[in-house]
């Protein structure tokens, strides 16, 4: 089924499910051309990732949640993109309850919970796509950067993510299906992957990602959002006019300038999940204090520096203190529609 086919399938069978359930369908999530509709409104994707982990753990936790949400909506954020999902039906209501959606991602491996290898994932995906929080789904976290995860062939993992997305359409015609994937898709992932319908993308092109969007309407008419983007709060050495150490106006300018050039590129770019919302004490040394160092994959374009200092990268720190890059952030975002291009 081609592209625009399978759209007309998908809004007229959510149509028809709507009518025949007398259900609203103001929550209805789908795509037109390059735009995600949220009750047949463009939807702009102003968001945060978010995995909030307290000082001291290596756990996610959800204890802060009502602190978080405050700081969220008044930073203007609309979407919450989580890397794992959220089992707690009360969390989800509070996030509907202060006006916000969440991307749910899928892991492919989590010991059979609600994960792509056992299956799994569809139990969360029936159990929670009337909630009226849900934006869309999200299976894979630019997994491509692993084959050696598949078998060293990363075939592999874009036909158990088609596969994903298949089953997804099949259980849940009211929400769209995305993908995070790391960098610009190329002609493999595209081709094995028809039933994408909203292709994210992990980017970090320094403080300047605006190329992406030309390269990506060449090769595509799909929506796409920045899954993540953003910078760290930390130089290991001191570089292009700032000092080594803890710098928050480096991350602050940095983020500057990545929303600008989302902002400027609506026609194309859906959005953005800013890389993240709350400082990690978790990926790099003791947890209960801040490390410089961590591991991410390529991460070379990280502005200013070329070092991923992952315990840095919130635009608050672990206790919910605001950095300059938070009101970057707020001022960015409450400028800027969401619901309307």
């Known amino acids: 089924m081609n592209n625009l086919a399978h759209i007309v399938t998908f809004i007229l069978f959510a149509s028809i499910l709507f009518s025949c359930t007398g259900e609203s369908n103001t929550n209805f999530v ?17 968001g945060i990732c978010y995995h909030p982990v307290p000082k001291g753990s290596d756990q996610r936790s959800f204890e802060n949640i009502t602190e978080d949400l405050a ?41 059979g919970y609600y994960d792509i290898l056992s299956g799994s994932f569809i139990d969360y995906v029936n159990k929670y796509k009337t909630h009226k929080a849900i934006l869309f789904w ?25 596969h994903a997305a298949d089953m997804i359409h099949a259980n849940d015609p009211a929400h769209p299906v995305a993908t995070a994937h790391g960098e610009l898709p190329d002609s493999l992932a ?35 959002y920045l899954s993540e983007a953003g910078a760290d709060s930390y130089m290991v050495v001191d570089s292009n006019g700032y000092e080594q150490g803890e710098n928050e106006k480096a991350q602050a300018d940095a983020t ?3 929303l600008d050039d989302i902002f400027r590129n609506r026609e194309i770019c859906s959005g953005v999940a800013i890389f993240a919302f709350n400082d990690e004490l ?24 070329g070092a991923a200092n992952e315990e840095y990268w919130g635009i608050v720190d672990i206790d919910r203190n605001k950095k300059l890059a938070y009101e970057v952030v707020k001022q960015k975002y409450t400028a800027n529609p969401g619901n309307e291009k």
């Open 138 to 162: 999200e299976p894979g976290n630019e997994y491509n950067y692993h084959p050696e995860w598949f078998g060293d062939d990363i075939q592999n993992w874009y036909t158990a993510l088609n």
């Open 30 to 46: 789908s795509v037109s051309d390059r735009q995600i509709l949220v009750g047949g409104t463009p939807y702009f994707i102003k």
């Open 71 to 111: 700081l969220m909506k008044e930073a203007g954020i609309n979407t919450i993109r989580l890397y794992s999902p959220i089992d707690e039906k009360a969390v989800l209501d509070k996030i509907h309850e202060s006006g916000l959606k969440v991307i749910i991602g899928f892991g492919y491996n989590q010991g």
């Open 282 to 305: 978790w990926k790099a040394g003791n947890n209960n204090a801040y490390n410089p160092g961590g591991s991410a994959p390529f991460s070379g374009g990280v502005p200013y520096d």
């Open 256 to 258: 500057q300038n990545i």
């Open 190 to 224: 595209l081709s094995a992957c028809p039933n994408i319908d909203v292709w994210g993308m992990n980017v970090y092109r320094w403080d300047n990602p605006e190329g992406i969007f030309e390269e990506w309407a060449r090769i595509s008419s799909k929506p796409m």
